[in-house]
Every structure is written in structure tokens, then in C-alpha cells.
């Protein structure tokens, strides 16, 4: 979603590029809170500068419900969402804007990055149990790592019951960005694969989300395929053979944005569903998210256009057949 926060300033949250202008302009902590929370003139300038109106959050949520609302005729049955500030602005989205796509399950749980970069939830399934906002269990190299780690986004965990009654869980993922060193990836990337292994052998699991692990980063260390492939299949592994990526940065495509699923929901697996890898497909058909022809068209405020810098990543289950004993 980059950066889909709502209009209003949230204690604890360092939330002030996103605000109305004429809110920074009549309240100097406000504008303060952009001196403090910027780690660079060219973020500070940004901030201070930026009028994040709820006319531009109407045209970015519009812009959103047309990628999301084409696919699947309506909306996938499961969206799983990165960057999002509050349960707000999530409701927002969902009962306003993808109204129609009639998401029943929403979940948002505020989590300890200090700008506000949350993970939700929305699916036409009902829920199961309580979602979970996992800590990670950091081993920091130095204090310093350990303030920051401390500070980072989690994992959530989310149950909801598919239409043929049997459970599906979710995890939702935000690793570290790459300002970060590998070794922060690779302990979530092995705590996520803990977590998936943790349900058990026949539980029905996907995991997803922005993982940061660019290219060459996975050349190099093989988080996907040493870590997070103990966990299950890894979506651009088993399908996607014609997608580029789902990030670009100077003309080199990453998937930044990957899904892992159980072995239950392989072919050799005893799930109650099957994902089907030929179905596994990066979205980036609508003209609205495109930058010139194929890439991600990210979100221009000053312009109201584009989406976002990331493309979403789809893929699709389907019922097992039932064979007599």
C-alpha cells in the first residue's frame, strides 16, 4: 500500500509527513515532530512539505480499490496488506471503497515501528481464534541493533475458516528494509519458517508480505532458498516463471514480495486445498500502477497518481478432490 496512513495525527506514531498542510501550519509541534523524526534534510523537507489531504487519501484508496477490485472480479478472498498506519484507515478501505468485495474479517493490530508501518488483514473468510502479533526473537550483534531491532515491525498471524469449514492461517510479513543489515532478514526469515513448521504438518499455512530481500541479496546470503525454504514453498521458486519481479530499482527486479506455502498445500501435501503454482502471478495489469508500460507506478502526491512502488503477488487454492479410502 506504501505508506497508506490515514489524515490525523496518532500519539506514538511519527506520522507528520502525512498530514494536511494547514494542520502542520496551525499546530508548531506538528512541524516540530518534523524536525525530530526526519533522519535527513531531504525527509525533513518531505515532511514539512507534503499535504496529505483527505482528498489525496480518497484518490490513493480509490486508485488501491481499482488494482485490488480487478482481480478475481471483485477482490481476492484473502488480501494481505503491508504499510498501512491504523485500524482506521483500514476500515476506510474496506467498508467504504471495497464495499463490494465484502471483506467480513479485519484485522489491524498496532505494532512498535515508530512511524506507524503496520500490517492488516482482510479476508471474505470468517475468523478463527484471535490474531496474534508475533515478536521477533532479535539476537542483536551490538546495542545499537537492539534499540532498532526492538523497534521493528512484527509478524501477525491471522485464522479464518475456508469456505469448506477447515482452517487457513495467514502470516503477514514486513522485514527489515535493506538499510538494514542481512543478518536482521535472516533471523525473521527463520523465525517465520518456525512459526509455519510450528502448525504442524498437515496445517494449511501462507506467509507473505514485503520480505526486502533484493536480488542480489539472495545471490549472495540465500535467505529464500537455505532459510525460508524450511518452511515451505517460496511463490517465485514454483510459479511466476513469466514475472519480472515485483520491485524495480535502477532497472534490476527483485522479488521483495514473496509467499511461502506449506507443504499441506503442495501437491504431495494432505491439505483439504491445493495451491495451484501456474496461477501464481504478479499483479501489474491496470494502467493506473503502471510507469511507463511495466513498471510499479508508485504514489505521486503531488500529482494524486499511481499506486504504489511495489506490484502485489497473487496466488490461488483449490479443493482437493476427495477419493474414497
Not at 509527513?17 to 531531504?42: H, V
Request: neutral net charge; glycine residues 6%.
Amino acid at each position: 500500500m506504501e505508506n497508506l496512513f490515514d489524515t490525523e495525527h496518532t500519539p506514538g506514531h511519527d506520522d507528520y509527513t502525512f498530514l494536511p498542510m494547514a494542520l502542520k501550519i496551525s499546530d508548531p509541534t506538528l512541524r516540530e515532530g518534523c524536525q525530530t523524526s526526519s533522519d535527513s534534510d531531504k525527509r525533513r523537507d518531505e515532511c514539512l512539505n507534503t499535504d496529505w489531504t483527505p482528498q489525496a487519501l480518497d484518490k490513493k484508496l480509490t486508485n488501491i480499490s481499482k488494482v485490488v477490485q480487478g482481480v478475481d472480479e471483485g477482490g481476492p478472498d484473502n488480501l494481505m496488506i503491508i504499510e498501512i498506519e491504523s485500524e482506521k484507515v483500514l476500515t476506510q478501505l474496506n467498508k467504504k471503497y471495497l464495499e463490494k468485495a465484502h471483506y467480513i474479517t479485519q484485522v489491524l493490530i498496532d505494532g512498535p515501528d515508530k512511524r506507524g508501518i503496520n500490517l492488516g488483514f482482510l479476508s471474505k473468510f470468517p475468523l478463527v481464534g484471535l490474531p496474534i502479533l508475533h515478536p521477533i526473537p532479535w539476537k542483536p550483534k551490538n546495542e545499537e541493533d537492539k534499540i532498532w531491532m526492538e523497534r521493528s515491525r512484527r509478524i501477525l498471524e491471522v485464522t479464518v475458516k475456508a469456505p469448506n469449514s477447515s482452517p487457513i492461517t495467514f502470516f503477514i510479513v514486513h522485514f527489515p528494509s535493506q538499510a538494514n543489515p542481512t543478518y536482521w532478514r535472516e533471523q525473521v526469515a527463520q523465525f517465520l519458517a518456525e512459526l509455519i513448521k510450528g502448525k504442524g504438518p498437515q496445517a494449511m499455512v501462507i506467509a507473505a508480505g514485503d520480505l526486502n530481500i533484493t536480488h542480489e541479496e539472495e545471490s549472495n546470503s540465500h535467505i529464500f532458498r537455505d532459510i525460508l525454504s524450511q518452511g515451505g514453498a517460496i511463490s517465485h521458486f514454483i510459479g511466476c516463471e513469466k514475472c519480472p519481479g515485483t520491485h524495480n530499482y535502477k532497472k534490476s527486479w527483485s522479488f521483495l514480495d514473496a509467499q511461502v506455502y506449506s507443504k499441506a498445500l503442495l501437491a504431495e501435501g494432505k491439505g483439504s486445498y491445493e495451491l495451484e503454482p501456474k496461477t501464481i502471478d504478479v499483479i501489474r495489469y491496470n494502467p493506473i500502477h503502471l510507469k511507463r508500460g511495466k513498471y510499479p507506478n508508485r504514489w505521486d502526491n503531488e500529482t494524486q497518481t499511481g499506486v504504489s512502488d511495489h506490484f502485489p503477488l497473487y496466488g490461488r487454492l483449490k479443493e482437493r478432490l476427495k477419493t474414497n479410502p
